[in-house]
Structures are given as C-alpha cells and as structure tokens.
C-alpha cells in the first residue's frame, strides 16, 4: 500500500485553501474546483507512473564469515527492472554487538539497472548474531508517494575469533623475531634432537647449531634447525562453565580463554603435533579428535566461535572421567579456567589428579586483577587497609590452593587476561623443549 507523503500534504492544503473562501463569492468555488482536479489528476499519474517499479528489489550480501573486533563490508544491491528509473531510501540496521549498528542511504537506480551501496561494521562478540533484513522505500515519480521496499539477506552471520595472533606467530616464525609477540622459545635440554632442515645463519644463533660441512658448501654461514621429539598430542579443555562468564577487561573470560586456546593450538600444530579440543560445562559442549592436518585449525576455531558461557557449574570429575576414556594414551592435557573463587581450586584438585596419573597436566587459570590491585595500592583510608586484609587473604587462600594442585602432579599457569594467549604458548615449548611428555 502506498504511504502519502509530505508533498502529498502540502498539494492537498494548496488545493483546500479556495474552497475556505467559497464564502466570499462564485470565483473562489471554480478556482476550489480546478484545483482539486489538478490535484486528483497529479495524484492518479503518479501512482501510475510508480506501477512500474513495484519489482524493485533490495538486497544484503555480506561475507561468509568475520572476525570478532575487524571492520567487514556489508553491500546493499538494489535492483530495477522496470523501464524508468527510481529513487529509493535504503535503512540497515544490525543488532546489538555491532558498531556502528545502522546505516542510511538515498540511491537513483536507473531503469533496468542496479545500484550498489557499501559500508562497515565491527562485530565486537563471536557467535551467529540474528541479523534484521534490510529495509527501505520506494519513491513515486512526483514524489507523492512512497511504497515499502522490502529486503532480503543472510539471516546470521558468523563472527569467528580474531586470528590475527596466529597470523602474526606465523610471520614471526618465518622470520625468527617470536619475541616480538611475547614468545621465548626454549632451548632444548641435551643432544641428538632431530635435524629438521637447515636454514642461514641468523644473529644469536649458538656456535653449536652451524653445520660447517654446508657453511663450507655454500660459502656462507649456515645452522641445524633441531626440532625436539614430535608428533605428540595436545589435548585443549576449555571450561564454559559458569566461572567463565565473569569479565575480565570488558570481555568474558572465555573469550580470552578461546582465543589462548586457539593461539595454542596452533603454535602445536606448526610444531607437527596432533591437538584434539574438549569445550564442557555441565556437559561436553564440542569434541574435536586430534590430528594434525593443515585444516585442523579452522575445525578448532569453527567448534569454538559460537561457544557461549552456560551458567552452570561443571561436574569435573565426571569430564575428566570423559577426556581419559576419550584420549587414553599420554597426551598434554592443558585445561583453561578460572578459580577466583576459593573453593573452586578444591573442586579441581582430585579430577586434575585423577588426570595426571596418564596425562600431562597444564591448569591455565587467571590472576585476578581485583585482588592485585588492592594488594598493590597503598592503603589511604580504613576501609581500603580492610580492602587490603581481605584481598591478601583470598591470595594466601588461592597460593595454597594452587600449591596443592602442583602437588598433585599438575603444572600451573597463571596469567592477566591479556597476556594469557602468549604466556600459554611460552608454557607449551617449554614443556616441549624439557621433553616432559
């Protein structure tokens, strides 16, 4: 159904305004009357003219996937199959979690032709967000009119975890400057590693890794790349329970624990291990089997992009009970959660110890940036030196909590939010450097 315009009014008010002063005399009943006429008739030739373009069609194309936090491009395809062209007002609209969240804009499609209209958003959580369809109108000829233009597009989109760390690991590693991410690799305990190829000499490098038999060969320095024992497997946990829905610097923290997870996994598979992922919460949320295949990346991201905290607390005796009947044979284990509170490390310590007697164990956990803080700032009043005494007690409670799960056999990391990614990374070549699988 058409909807009357502004312009619709005004011609409407011109053509009332004679017949107000029908009063004053026959002269101003004839002019009343011409004008209506002209009015009808402007009125009928427009909706004709505006027949024409009821095909039009409004449309959204958007990308197969993005990535959390990276500006994408939307695409608005307006097409007119009609022979004479249409002026249309176009409105995209996105849901919560985008920025910016909307966009307008005002096209002229010429006849039989299309227009096409760009503009970019950021998504700033992973998931399959519902998307609303784009909508807009179509403007009569004279402008007396307008007719909903309705649109068509995908109804969710994908917003998978930045990549971009795993992208800067692999450049970095090409190039041997890991420590610009934050990566120490390790060096490797005794001799007779394998030989894994050889590779220029670059600055740092031991005495003891240059192969001088093809130093001489090729007239210029030239090193062993070793490699430790490989082709092991590397299991990720990540907990989605209830303790992961808690924020740490504006996120979750299983975002932060996803992308650590991922950064991880990646660095074992680029070191040719086998990685296999558990997600749980009161129950197993996505199993991925361990191998190690070029394409066991985008299984991992693709099993972790829509995993939402669920606000449940997990039974970890059951789930560790899984993960041993699941991944029988010696494999790192490496469990990302969170134990502020400080019963949670309790609930941890048999299942993780259940776990170690086959397994390496490796429990990444978050400091927590409240206590640490409070420790750290000088006390300025009463109530802050309170602040202090409790924030030490929690520490003291949580330092012997995690002291008994190192007694129990697992190693502990702990780590800001922020830094957790890396310091994950740093823990795994170390453990494959020690050759402790």
Known sequence: ???????????????????????????????????????????????????????????????DHVLRGRPFEITLVVENPSPRPIDVRIWDRLPVGFSPRSAAFALRVSAFGRAVTTWRAAADARGDPALLPPAGERCSPLGFATWPLPGAGAAA???????APAASFDALLRQRR??????????????????????????GDPYGVIDWKATARMARLVSRERQAERRQTVVLLVDAGRRMAREASGRSRLDRAIEAAL?????????????????????????????????????????????????????????????????????????FTDVAEPTAIGSLAAPLRFLSRRHLVLCAVFQDPAIAAAMREPPADLGALYSAGAAAELWLERARGLAELRRAGVRVLEAAAAELPVAAVNEYLKIKARRLL
């Open 1 to 63: 159904m058409p909807r009357p315009t502004l312009r619709l009014a005004l011609l409407v008010a011109v053509a009332a305004l004679p017949a107000a002063l029908v009063f004053l005399g026959h002269p101003f009943a004839v002019v009343a009357l011409g004008l209506d006429g002209v009015a009808a008739v402007l009125w009928t030739v427009d909706l004709a003219l505006a027949r024409s373009g009821a095909a039009a069609r409004l449309s959204r194309i958007l990308p």
């Open 157 to 163: 989109l994908r917003v998978i975890p930045d990549v």
């Open 178 to 203: 890991l420590a610009e991410l934050g990566v120490r690799p390790a060096r490797e305990r005794g001799e007779g590693t394998e030989i894994v190829s050889l590779r220029p000499y670059a600055s």
């Open 263 to 335: 950064l991880l996994g990646h660095a074992a598979l680029r070191a040719d291990d086998r990685v296999g992922l558990v997600a749980f919460a009161d129950k197993p949320l996505a199993v991925v089997a361990p191998l190690r295949t070029p394409s066991q990346g985008g299984a991992l991201a693709r099993a972790l992009y829509a995993l939402q905290p669920v606000l449940r607390e997990p039974p970890y005796s059951a789930i560790a009970a899984r993960v041993l009947d699941r991944f029988p044979r010696r494999a790192l284990v490496v469990l």
